[in-house]
């Protein structure tokens, strides 16, 4: 069964707080992403991994960082959480690359930063 | 600066109309255009998709619409169901890859009954 599970669903965190959010994937598959949608402004795109300890920075890294030591597993992490960084977090998997590129997402991470 | 620009914003359309969700882009390498169905509380899934050799691309009520001269292209809905109401989100990508797609901004779809 092709998946992409994120953990947790939800989660409360105060302002300066660290904060772990986890991604995993069960189709072996190279490339993994970090996106963060916010009303009206879509899928922003944090950072991109292109296998284990192969990661590269999106559109918004600042203020992000990732970790991917296995090739099924790909985390996000906010060293001293800030409040605008309260959005909801998407972890997506790629099979294949352009016009035969398909992302698998996850059910997402709704983070809230107080 | 928004590469893939999406509108409307979001619409509402009565059981059984045609919806039409608008999208454009400026960079003139992309050549690959996915459209992403998100309902609420999930990730976005891949719906339908179409390459710049293309003009038309059909799979049962959705279509997609492409004009490469005017860099623009559109998706239908035909015969809108309530199981419709969904965010839809343009994409693009350029033909060899290396670069991840770029997303619209979505536009919501309510399909009232």
């Known amino acids: 069964d092709m998946k992409v599970t994120q953990m947790p669903r939800y989660l409360i965190k105060r302002m300066g707080e660290n904060v772990l959010l986890e991604c995993g994937q069960d189709?072996?598959?190279?490339?993994m992403y970090w996106y963060r949608q916010d009303p009206g402004l879509g899928l922003q795109l944090i950072y991109i991994?292109?296998?284990?300890?192969?990661?590269s920075e999106g559109d918004i890294p600042k203020g992000y960082r990732v970790s991917r030591k296995k090739r099924e597993h790909f985390s996000l992490i906010l060293d001293s959480a800030k409040t605008n960084q309260t959005s909801v977090y998407f972890c997506?998997?790629?099979?294949?690359?352009?016009?035969?590129?398909?992302?698998?997402f996850g059910h997402g991470t709704k983070l809230s930063v107080l | 600066q928004q590469q893939v620009r999406q509108s409307p914003q979001s619409l509402t359309v009565w059981e059984g109309e045609t919806a039409i969700l608008n999208c454009s882009y400026e960079d003139s390498t992309f050549n690959y255009f996915p459209w992403y169905q998100q309902f609420p509380g999930e990730g976005p899934a891949l719906l339908i998709s179409?390459?710049?050799?293309?003009d038309k691309k059909e799979d049962g009520r959705f279509t997609i619409f492409f004009n490469k001269r005017e860099k623009k292209l559109s998706l239908h809905i035909t015969d809108s169901q309530p199981g419709d109401s969904a965010t839809y989100f343009c994409a693009a990508s350029p033909y060899q890859g290396g670069r991840a797609l770029i997303f619209g901004t979505g536009t919501t779809v309510s399909v009232s009954p």
């Open positions: 179409i390459r710049s050799v293309s």
């Open positions: 189709m072996s598959h190279e490339t």
């Open positions: 991994s292109y296998d284990v300890d192969s990661n």
């Open positions: 997506a998997s790629s099979s294949g690359t352009g016009i035969n590129e398909r992302l698998f």
